[in-house]
C-alpha cells in the first residue's frame, strides 16, 4: 500500500516533469517507479521508452517497449512506440506491421492511422496510403494533417478534382497555414486560375518567408509574360530562405531569357557553389546555351573540380 503511494507519487511528479521537457529528471522519477514495482508497471516502462527514444537512444527505448509487450501482448502504445521508431529508421515494412497492430487493438488509434498512412505514402503504397488516410478522416474529419496530405497525394496522382477538396478542407481547418495555401496555388495553377494561384502564392510567402517554394512557384507563372517581375520574387526568395541553390538556377534562367548572360552566369556559378550536383542540368539547360559559352562560366568550370564533368 505504501509503495503504491509513493508510486503514484512519482509518477504525478514524473508527468509533470515530462511535460516541462525536463526529460532527465522525468527519467529519474521513471526510473523509481520502475523500481518500487519491480518492473511491473507499464506507464513507467513506456514513458522509459518514450524518453530514451527523445533522447536519441533508440535501441534502449525498443529494449523497454519489448518489455512492456513481454507483460502485456495486448499494450498499444508500445507497438505504437515501436513502430515510430522504425518509421525513423526507414525500416517501413516493420512500422507498418506494428502499426496495423496498434490498430488491431485500438480501431480508434489516430496517431496510429495518421503515420501508418505516411508509411503507406513514402513505401510506395499510395492505395494503402489513401485508404488509411481516409479511415483516419471518418474518424476525425477535422484532422488538418491527413486533409493535407491526402490532399496531396491526389494532386500527385492528377486526381486534381479531389485534391482541390482536400486543400479546401484543409484551409477551413487552418486557413493561414502556409502549405495549405501553397498547395491550394499548385492545384488553383493547374485548374489554369492563375489569379487564384497566384494569390494563394502570395498568401503563403505572407504566412511563411522562410518557404522557397511558394517563390519559385509564384516567380514561375511570370517568367515569360513579365520575367523582371519573376526576378524580383526569385530574389526576395534568396534574401528570405535558407536553401536557396534552385532559387539561384532559376533566377538565372530567367535572366538567361532576357539576354543578361553575365548576371545568369553570376547566379549559376552561385548555385553550383551551393549544390554542385546541379552541373548536369546546367550543361543540358537549352536556355543556358549562351551562358555555357561565357569564359567566366568555362574558367569556373576548370577550376572546380567539376571540370571532369565537361569531358
Not at 495486448?74 to 515494412?93: C, F, H, P, Q, S
Not at 485534391?163 to 497555414?177: E, Q, R, T, V, W
Not at 493547374?190 to 516567380?219: T, V
Not at 532559376?250 to 531569357?257: H, I, P, W
Request: charged share 30%; proline share 1%.
Amino acid at each position: 500500500m505504501k509503495d503504491d503511494i509513493q508510486i503514484n507519487k512519482y509518477l504525478k511528479k514524473a508527468e509533470e516533469a515530462f511535460e516541462d521537457n525536463k526529460l532527465i529528471k522525468s527519467l529519474d522519477l521513471y526510473n523509481k517507479v520502475y523500481e518500487l514495482s519491480s518492473g511491473k508497471n507499464l506507464d513507467a516502462i513506456i514513458n522509459l521508452a518514450l524518453i530514451y527514444d527523445s533522447l536519441g537512444k533508440s535501441e534502449k527505448a525498443k529494449e523497454y517497449y519489448k518489455e512492456a509487450l513481454s507483460i502485456d501482448n495486448y499494450e498499444e502504445r508500445a507497438y505504437y512506440g515501436l513502430a515510430t521508431i522504425y518509421d525513423e529508421e526507414e525500416k517501413y515494412e516493420e512500422a507498418i506491421r506494428l502499426y496495423n497492430k496498434a490498430i488491431y487493438i485500438n480501431p480508434n488509434y489516430h496517431k496510429a492511422y495518421f503515420f501508418l498512412a505516411n508509411a503507406y505514402d513514402v513505401s510506395g503504397e499510395k492505395d494503402l496510403s489513401i485508404e488509411t488516410y481516409e479511415k483516419l478522416l471518418s474518424l476525425n474529419p477535422m484532422d488538418f494533417w491527413a486533409n493535407l496530405n491526402l490532399g496531396c497525394i491526389y494532386e500527385e496522382q492528377n486526381q486534381n478534382d479531389l485534391a482541390y477538396k482536400m486543400f479546401s478542407k484543409a484551409l477551413k481547418i487552418d486557413p493561414n497555414n502556409h502549405l495549405a495555401l501553397f498547395n491550394m496555388g499548385v492545384i488553383c495553377h493547374k485548374f489554369n486560375m492563375i489569379k487564384k494561384s497566384i494569390n494563394f502564392y502570395e498568401r503563403s510567402i505572407e504566412k511563411d518567408k522562410g518557404y522557397e517554394y511558394s517563390y519559385l512557384n509564384l516567380a514561375v507563372i511570370y517568367k515569360y509574360k513579365d520575367t523582371k517581375k519573376g526576378i524580383e520574387i526569385l530574389s526576395k526568395g534568396i534574401n528570405n530562405c535558407s536553401e536557396v541553390y534552385f532559387l539561384y538556377y532559376n533566377r538565372s534562367c530567367f535572366y538567361a531569357v532576357i539576354d543578361e548572360e553575365n548576371k545568369a552566369c553570376e547566379d549559376i556559378i552561385m548555385a553550383l557553389k551551393l549544390y554542385p550536383q546541379f552541373l548536369k542540368y546546367v550543361l543540358e539547360d537549352e536556355e543556358l546555351v549562351k551562358v555555357r559559352n561565357l569564359n567566366l562560366f568555362k574558367e569556373f568550370v576548370d577550376k572546380s573540380n567539376l571540370g571532369q564533368a565537361l569531358h
